[in-house]
């Protein structure tokens, strides 16, 4: 046994070394400190959408331009588009390259800005559009692109398009495919997942996670999309009925909620199987007036319009950094309420997960940004936003003079464009317009040096806040198939999950199109798996899991 002196020795010289082998980890550095020098300000999320239509990752030259514009303006995340519209900015993938005269198809855009990203301090999400596949009249060259084997040609199965009710497949944002057939869904959990295999990014971040908005006014309940004939059929299967349901039938809006929160719940869960530490994100809807209560929602245009139940998903564990895209011109007041009444909802109702309110920047003067982020600051009570992301590094504010100010009307973005990348606010008419400002600043610059008499946001670095769900897990997830006694999928079976014990809580779910099924926030124990009968009775075969923390348990039931 040593002496008090040379324990005390030992341990110090113990110490040293710990020290020194964390700073010749690249990645552990930047775990610890954020670009630009050591902490000074709280740990706050400040990351950037880097959208694949414009400069950011397509060549060597644009990262290292985005690198260096990142750190100088203090942020420390970036969330890079890899994925556009069924292709692909990262090589040896599942879908083509992206076809751009910008763009060398050999280059790995995704590795590359992983690897510089990392060396300066900065995480790395990678950004897939998630339903759209295309959008123009001429359709993709690469006869490989899904639109080409799937779309609008397709019959049959391989029809992957949603539609309208009377077959129209073209909507505002272009072609979308349809949450609610297998074969798409399991396209698009293979392409996510490779890129978590392949990938060393901090995280995988969802957009257009949803149906499509629709032309013409909203309806007061429910939207006029979803209409593959798959996946009414799959519906008039699990129903029993033989209609094709209204747009706003209320068995018919669940559904549609459903097929995007399986498709979700899939994809989030085994991406922590095959990367524990993965951090899912997604770009969320806040569109037009805000809920009020948590009960509210029900009623938005998130869950109305287009079917993403995007704080289900925090509620559920899917989701651990949900960004709402509260995309307002600072200077329209009713807009600007909107965007005030739908972050104080996000600050309440964020589930014990993390939130970052999506700033539109190329729709106010930097001076609007600014004021908009201060607001995000002011916690809600108890209750506080996380940080806040920008759209985008393209276009990081309202460019001097804007049609509006001589009256004339504010024209659709351009098919291409950095505004048409996202969808456009729910904004009011005849807005006023700002004033006209000097040269704009580069790249997002006023949020180091503030602008007129409005200070700078960001005067210090940050840290990226952590996630104890993931860096100390206390819970875990049951992933698992059901099959008939062939081994083929068994879609739309009720699974009940139970931890063994007395006094225990029974948990239910539903097999996806696929047969797939996931629970999360599972207590590590032992727990038991069966399938359901229409009248809630649980079957006798059951199977046996152990649930770890932050670990992902297998189970296979047989419907016979």
């Not at 498709?263 to 922590?272: D, G, K, T, V």
């Not at 997002?444 to 946001?457: C, E, I, Q, S, T």
């Not at 727990?527 to 992902?552: N, P, Q, S």
């Amino acid at each position: 046994m040593l002496s008090d002196r040379s324990w005390l020795a030992a341990a110090g010289a113990w110490l040293v070394l710990a020290a020194s082998l964390m700073l010749l980890s690249p990645r552990a550095a930047s775990a610890q400190a954020p670009p630009g020098g050591p902490t000074t300000a709280a740990p706050e999320l400040r990351a950037l959408w880097v959208d694949a239509f414009h400069a950011g990752i397509r060549s060597p030259e644009g990262a290292a331009q985005l690198v260096a514009d990142a750190r100088r303006i203090h942020i420390n995340t970036l969330i890079v588009q890899v994925r556009r519209r069924g292709d692909a900015l990262y090589t040896g993938g599942l879908e083509p390259p992206l076809d751009d005269p910008n763009y060398n198809p050999s280059f790995d855009a995704l590795a590359h800005i992983v690897e510089k990203a990392h060396a300066a301090g900065l995480q790395v999400h990678a950004w897939l559009n998630a339903m759209p596949v295309w959008r123009d009249e001429t359709p993709p060259k690469d006869a490989r692109h899904v639109f080409n084997l799937h779309g609008p040609a397709a019959t049959g199965e391989n029809g992957w398009l949603t539609s309208a009710r009377d077959g129209k497949q073209k909507f505002p944002v272009g072609y979308f495919l349809d949450p609610g057939h297998p074969q798409a869904q399991n396209h698009l959990v293979a392409v996510y997942l490779d890129i978590v295999k392949r990938y060393d990014v901090d995280g995988i971040h969802f957009d257009y996670i949803r149906y499509p908005e629709t032309d013409g006014p909203a309806l007061p309940r429910g939207s006029d999309v979803g209409y593959n004939p798959v996946s009414v059929e799959r519906f008039q299967r699990a129903t029993g009925r033989t209609d094709v349901p209204a747009p706003y039938d209320e068995a018919w809006i669940r559904w549609r909620r459903q097929q995007v929160t399986q498709l979700m719940r899939r994809i989030s869960i085994e991406a922590r199987a095959i990367k524990p530490h993965i951090k899912v994100s997604a770009a969320t809807i806040a569109w037009g007036a805000p809920p009020v209560t948590l009960a509210d929602f029900e009623n938005v245009a998130p869950m109305q319009r287009i079917f993403q139940n995007w704080q289900g998903w925090l509620a559920e564990g899917l989701l651990d950094l949900a960004v709402p895209m509260n995309y307002a011109r600072e200077h329209d007041e009713r807009v600007r309420g909107w965007f005030n009444g739908w972050i104080a909802w996000e600050k309440r109702y964020k589930a014990d997960r993390q939130l970052a309110v999506g700033i539109g920047g190329y729709l106010s003067a930097p001076e609007g940004v600014l004021a908009q982020v201060a607001r995000v600051r002011t916690p809600e009570g108890r209750s506080r936003a996380d940080g806040v992301s920008f759209f985008s590094y393209f276009s990081p504010s309202l460019r001097p003079t804007p049609p509006a100010a001589t009256g004339a009307p504010v024209t659709q973005p351009a098919a291409g464009t950095a505004a048409a990348a996202q969808p456009r606010p729910a904004v009011a008419p005849a807005a006023p317009a700002p004033p006209t400002q000097a040269a704009e600043p580069d790249r997002l610059d006023y949020l180091v040096r503030g602008v007129k008499n409005v200070p700078a946001a960001f005067t210090a670095p940050a840290s990226v806040p952590g996630m104890p769900w993931i860096e100390r897990p206390t819970a875990g997830f049951i992933a698992g198939m059901v099959t008939n006694a062939e081994g083929r999928a068994v879609e739309a079976s009720a699974i009940r999950i139970r931890r063994t014990g007395w006094f225990r809580k029974t948990k239910r779910t539903t097999a996806d199109a696929n047969g797939w099924f996931g629970m999360t926030r599972l207590s590590p124990g032992k727990y038991h798996v069966r399938l359901e009968d229409r009248a809630g009775k649980a079957g006798r075969e059951r199977v046996e899991v152990v649930v770890a923390a932050g670990a992902v348990a297998r189970a296979t039931l047989v419907a016979r």
